[in-house]
């Protein structure tokens, strides 16, 4: 059997648990597909999201239930302006033993986990938001001077509620970019607030089972990154971030609209979250119909408008459609 052949065996296989997988998930979270697709990209990529909503749209219970399905170790931290970074990382302590001598111990913090839910993160100081910083992007944490490791898989979700600003931090752009991919989960429409309603409120309820564990994650995550993409895909993406870029490649107005675009970090989540969308839908490779979708979820925590744009009433979910039209309406 030659390797390629190895590869779409690999990738049938991984298929089918994906299915199973957001079948449980969506047996609990109902309705939102959209939101489920992309967290799981998310997941598979190797990344952190950041989910933002109103209050009691089911974020909470969605990281749970991943944690379940995914086969993953998780914890929840609430935080609140009061938080300090050793509740996160964990601190050293002075035992003494029976015989009198003293020494420290770590004890390890509730970011030593496998799914982390960083639930309302901008409640806290930047002083405590910047602890996770080295965890997400490096897969450490330094405590007492020494380096210790997270292991993996590790992956952050964290929520941020948009309608409650007072006592809140904003995320720093620096600490934004560290989440591959900002999801928003939006009120569901009627039907779907039916279903929920007959799912939610009787004697029995769907339990979500596991489907995979976290070794097989870790191969998943190995075998996104070995999917092909082609020429086309690579091209649409190198061209949709460097659009929305205010410089000589951008369109006069988005200079006039945005004070800073994507850098190649966002390239680098698109190329990832289509290839996992594409496995997530039966496919072997990504399209332009994977770009077109994941690009507004990798995208909008990346950018910020200017003042005039702001004062128009104008958005970054706006000019990222405005430019996708404008990139694959050319590619067709």
Do not use: C
Not at 23 to 32: L, P
Not at 176 to 195: G, S, W
Request: charge should be negative; proline fraction near 6%; aromatic fraction near 4%.
């Amino acid at each position: 059997m030659s390797e390629d052949d190895k590869l779409v065996d690999e990738i049938l296989i991984l298929g089918g648990q994906l299915a199973e997988a957001r079948s449980s998930i969506e047996r609990r979270f109902v309705g939102q597909h959209e939101v489920v697709e992309q967290v799981l990209a998310a997941i598979l990529s190797g990344g952190h999201a950041l989910l933002v909503g109103q209050p009691g749209l089911g974020k909470t219970m969605l990281v749970d239930t991943l944690a379940t399905v995914l086969g993953l170790q998780d914890a929840r931290i609430q935080f609140t302006p009061d938080l300090m970074p050793a509740d996160i990382l964990g601190s050293e302590v002075l035992d003494q033993s029976p015989d009198g001598r003293r020494a420290f111990r770590f004890v390890e913090g509730p970011v030593f986990t496998q799914l982390l839910m960083a639930d309302e993160i901008n409640r806290a100081s930047p002083r405590t938001q910047s602890a996770l910083l080295q965890a997400m992007q490096e897969g450490q944490v330094t405590v007492g001077g020494a380096h210790r490791s997270l292991g993996r898989p590790f992956h952050v979700l964290a929520t941020q509620n948009p309608i409650e600003q007072e006592g809140t931090y904003p995320l720093p752009e620096a600490q934004l970019d560290r989440f591959l991919m900002q999801v928003d989960v939006d009120y569901p429409d009627r039907d779907t607030e039916r279903a929920i309603l007959l799912a939610t409120t009787g004697t029995l309820r769907d339990e979500p089972h596991a489907v995979m564990s976290a070794d097989g994650l870790i191969a998943a995550q190995a075998l996104i990154r070995r999917m092909p993409v082609g020429e086309t895909v690579v091209n649409a993406i190198l061209d949709l971030v460097r659009a929305l870029r205010p410089g000589p490649e951008g369109a006069p107005w988005v200079a006039e609209t945005l004070s800073w675009g994507p850098g190649p970090r966002a390239a680098q989540a698109l190329m990832l979250v289509t290839r996992a969308r594409a496995v997530l839908n039966g496919r072997f490779a990504p399209t332009l119909e994977d770009v077109d979708a994941m690009a507004a979820p990798v995208l909008r925590h990346r950018m910020a408008l200017g003042f005039g744009a702001r004062a128009r009433g104008e958005t970054v979910d706006g000019i990222i459609a405005r430019i996708r039209e404008s990139q694959f309406r050319k590619a067709a």
